[in-house]
């Protein structure tokens, strides 16, 4: 059966996360409901990450294997118009090797979280990003976050739900910048890693706020990453913020 990688935008408020539910709708879901439309008898797909319920992708990467010999064009075009109105968007279609796989090829999987610091409430990014309604200093967060890359054990930063074999991972970037935005500023954190823990990110930042909000200093990051005690980390921020942004692979499917 030949197979194909697909490249998938999607907001994520609507479902229950990507992995497909008996009971509630899912990303993985709407995906096969629109394969499913174009052959009958198609596998379950699998994806680079499994998002949660509201993480939003700007470039998840998934695959299927299809009876049909389809042009990878024509396929994108055929999925996109099964899939409305469904929030979710085939932004390219390639065909692939038998032994490529959407998780276990990926070498590198980046992140987007967005925060807004404003007093306003949000109107049309609601859901999109995490509002706090207090401003937020950057240079301390940067500072903070610079504890956290390299390899540790990132058990403060786990939710007690992870299936990971091992707490130990490798962060190689964990980058702050501040944007302007309207009535505000927005924080954009850029994370990447090969692999991360379930929360790891939004443990990331939900600790990061309080850094910048000064209720933490830079140094208390440290002491916490230390620990290796869940109970040392701070909030788990919302998932409204969440972008899985791009997944890598020794080479590009979609090139």
């Known amino acids: 059966m030949p197979r194909?990688?697909?490249?998938?935008?999607?907001?994520?408020?609507?479902?229950?996360?990507?992995?497909?539910?008996?009971?509630?709708?899912?990303v993985q879901g709407a995906v096969e409901a629109a394969l499913a439309r174009l052959?009958?008898?198609?596998p379950s797909i699998a994806a680079a990450g499994r998002t949660d319920a509201g993480v939003h992708a700007l470039g998840q990467v998934a695959h299927c294997d299809l009876a049909r010999d389809w042009d990878p064009f024509r396929l994108s075009e055929a999925l996109n118009y099964h899939l409305k109105p469904a929030p979710v968007a085939v932004l390219a279609a390639a065909r692939v090797g038998e032994d490529f796989h959407a998780r276990f090829s990926a070498v590198e999987r980046r992140y987007l979280f967005r925060l807004v610091s404003r007093r306003a409430p949000m109107t049309h990014q609601r859901g999109l990003v995490w509002r706090v309604p207090h401003p937020l200093a950057l240079a301390p967060m940067q500072e903070a976050a610079r504890h956290l890359t390299g390899r540790h054990d990132f058990t403060t930063f786990r939710a007690s739900i992870c299936q990971a074999a091992s707490p130990v991972k490798t962060l190689d970037a964990?980058?702050?910048?501040?944007?302007?935005?309207?009535?505000?500023?927005?924080?954009?954190?850029?994370?990447?890693?090969?692999?991360?823990?379930?929360?790891?990110?939004?443990?990331?930042?939900?600790?990061?706020?309080?850094?910048?909000?000064?209720?933490?200093?830079?140094?208390?990051?440290k002491t916490a990453l230390e620990a290796r005690d869940r109970a040392a980390c701070g909030p788990v921020c919302p998932p409204d913020g969440l972008y899985l942004e791009s997944v890598g692979y020794p080479e590009d499917p979609f090139a």
């Open 4 to 26: 194909y990688a697909l490249k998938l935008e999607y907001d994520g408020t609507p479902f229950a996360g990507w992995q497909r539910q008996a009971d509630q709708p899912s």
């Open 39 to 42: 052959e009958t008898g198609v």
């Open 174 to 221: 964990l980058e702050i910048e501040e944007v302007s935005f309207p009535g505000g500023a927005e924080f954009r954190f850029s994370v990447r890693a090969r692999s991360f823990l379930h929360n790891q990110v939004r443990s990331f930042v939900g600790t990061l706020e309080r850094v910048g909000a000064g209720a933490w200093a830079p140094g208390d990051v």
